[in-house]
C-alpha cells in the first residue's frame, strides 16, 4: 500500500498499539513501578510483533514507521520555547546560571567518558567505530526523537546502526532514570540531603496507574482564538508550521557551507526558529495568544507517536551485532551520571544541592518530563527554585546540547578533529563552566558544606 493512504493506516495501527500500551502499563505493577510510557511499552510490543519477531506486519508498514520520527523530531523541538516567555539575561543567568555550568559539565561528561571508553576498551577489542560514541549523549541527553532525527547523519558518515543503537541507549536512560533515581532519593531522604521531604514518600497510586480520578482532571489548554474565525489547535499548529519553515531556510544556509554538512538535520534549526518567532511575537504581544499548554499537547502528541514509531522501526539485527560494545558503553553512561549526581552536583551547586542534581540526573539519561517528575518526589510543593532554575537553563541548554547544534555536530567533529583532540575539547569545556561556577562564587570548596547548607534551608 504506496502514498498518503498507507502512511494513514500506518499511523493508525499506531494507534491501536498505543492504546495496548495504555492498557499494560494499567495493568501491569512493573511497569508502573519503573514510569514507563506508554509509547515505549507499545513500541516494545511492536517491535516483538515485527520482522525480528512474530513478522506481523507487511515491510511497507514498517517503512512508513522507521520515516515518522525523522519528520515529528521537527514539530518536537518547534514547539519547545513557543509560549515561553522569554526572561531578562540578567534573571536568567543569576537563577539559571549554577544550573547551567552543571548541567553543561554533565552532557559534556557524557561525550567525554563515552569516547574515552571507546577509544581505550571498545576500539581495541571489537574495534567499534569512535564515532559510536555519541550514542550515549544522543540518546541519553537527546532521547528517542533525537536519535531519530540523526539517523541521515549516521547514514551519511557510514554508521548504519547509529541511530537504532541510539533509540536503545534513550530507553535504556529512561529506565535508569526512574530505577536509579529513585535509589538516590531514597538514601537523600534518609540522610537529610533535601531541603523539602515529600512525607507520603511517593507519587499517588493514579499517576503510577496513569488514569485521573474525576475530581484531580484538570484542563488541558486554552482558547486563545475564537473558533470561528480559526480552531485554536489549527493556530498553534501554523505556529509550529513557521517555525519550522524559518528552520528550513536557515538549513539551507547550514547545508551550503561546506560538504559535510549536507546531512546537518533539520530539527535544531526548527527549534532556533522556534525561539525567533517568541522573541519577535513578544514586542509587539502576538505572545499573549500563544497558549503554552496547546504547544505542550502538540508536543507531547508528536512525541508519543514518534517514539512507538521509532522502537518499532529499531533495526534489531544492527544491535544484536553492536550488543557488547552497546551494553559497555551504557554503564560507563549510567555511571557517569549516577557519579555526577552524588559528588559533582554538591560541589557545584550553592544551594538545594540534591533537588537540582537529581532534576538534572533525570533529564540528562531520560527526558525533562522525567527529571521533573524526579524533582516532585523531593519537592512535590517547588519550596525551592530548583524548577525555574531548570526553567531558565533549559533555554540556553535546549539550543546546543540534547538535541541542539553540539548534538547535530557531535559525529562531523568526531570524524574530522579525531578522537583525542575531540576528548580535550569536551574536557576543556567541562573545565570552562567548572571555572565560570567557581568564579561566579556557586561552588562549594566541600561536600560537607553543601549538606550542612540543605539542612540548615530545611531548619527553617
Not at 197 to 216: A, D, F, V
Not at 359 to 383: I, S
Amino acid at each position: 500500500m504506496d502514498g498518503v493512504f498507507g502512511l494513514f493506516f500506518s499511523v493508525c495501527v499506531l494507534s491501536i498499539f498505543l492504546l495496548i500500551g495504555k492498557s499494560l502499563r494499567v495493568r501491569v505493577k512493573l511497569f508502573q513501578r519503573l514510569f514507563l510510557p506508554s509509547s515505549i511499552i507499545a513500541g516494545f510490543v511492536l517491535l516483538a510483533c515485527g520482522p525480528f519477531g512474530l513478522n506481523l506486519f507487511p515491510e511497507w508498514m514498517i517503512a512508513y514507521w522507521r520515516q515518522i520520527p525523522g519528520v515529528l523530531i521537527n514539530v518536537v523541538f518547534a514547539s519547545l520555547f513557543l509560549g515561553v516567555a522569554l526572561p531578562k539575561p540578567k534573571k536568567l543567568w543569576d537563577i539559571g546560571g549554577p544550573q547551567l555550568c552543571y548541567g553543561m559539565v554533565a552532557g559534556m561528561g557524557q561525550y567525554f567518558i563515552a569516547m574515552l571508553i571507546t577509544v581505550l576498551v571498545l576500539g581495541p577489542l571489537f574495534g567499534t567505530p569512535d564515532v559510536f560514541s555519541c550514542i550515549v549523549e544522543i540518546g541519553f541527553s537527546g532521547g528517542h526523537g533525537t536519535a531519530a532525527g540523526m539517523g541521515p547523519v549516521f547514514e551519511k558518515i557510514g554508521f548504519q546502526a547509529g541511530s537504532d543503537l541510539a533509540q536503545m541507549a534513550a530507553t535504556v536512560g529512561i529506565v535508569s532514570a526512574v530505577v536509579f533515581g529513585i535509589i538516590m532519593i531514597n538514601i537523600a531522604i534518609r540522610k537529610g540531603y533535601c531541603v523539602c521531604l515529600n512525607e507520603e514518600k511517593g507519587i499517588p497510586t493514579y499517576k503510577r496507574i496513569g488514569l485521573i480520578p474525576e475530581q484531580k482532571r484538570y484542563s488541558i489548554a486554552t482558547a486563545t482564538v475564537a473558533t470561528e474565525a480559526i480552531e485554536p489547535l489549527t493556530f498553534h499548529f501554523a505556529i509550529i508550521g513557521i517555525a519550522i519553515f524559518i528552520g528550513w531556510i536557515m538549513l539551507q544556509g547550514i547545508q551550503a557551507i561546506h560538504p559535510i554538512l549536507a546531512s546537518f538535520p533539520l530539527f535544531p534549526m526548527a527549534m532556533i526558529g522556534g525561539l525567533l518567532i517568541q522573541a519577535i511575537s513578544t514586542p509587539f504581544n502576538i505572545d499573549h495568544y500563544y497558549d503554552k499548554d496547546t504547544f505542550d499537547r502538540i508536543l507531547g502528541f508528536s512525541l508519543d507517536v514518534l517514539v512507538i514509531s521509532a522502537i518499532a522501526g529499531i533495526r534489531m539485527d544492527l544491535f544484536i551485532q553492536n550488543l557488547w560494545p552497546f551494553v559497555i558503553i551504557m554503564i560507563t553512561g549510567v555511571s557517569w551520571m549516577i557519579f555526577a549526581t552524588l559528588v559533582i552536583a554538591p560541589r557545584m551547586f550553592p544551594t538545594n544541592w540534591f533537588e537540582r542534581g537529581i532534576t538534572e540526573y533525570g533529564m540528562q539519561t531520560g527526558v525533562t518530563a522525567m527529571g521533573l517528575l524526579l524533582l516532585r518526589l523531593v519537592d512535590p510543593m517547588y519550596k525551592t527554585d530548583t524548577a525555574t532554575a531548570f526553567g531558565f537553563k533549559q533555554m540556553v541548554y535546549e539550543p546546543f546540547m540534547g538535541g541542539g547544534l553540539i548534538t547535530a555536530l557531535a559525529p562531523f567533529i568526531i570524524i574530522n578533529l579525531g578522537i583525542w583532540p575531540s576528548i580535550a575539547a569536551s574536557g576543556f569545556i567541562m573545565l570552562i563552566f567548572v571555572m565560570i561556577s567557581r568564579t561566579n562564587g556557586w561552588t562549594q570548596p566541600s561536600r560537607k558544606k553543601t549538606i550542612f547548607a540543605g539542612k540548615k534551608a530545611k531548619a527553617n
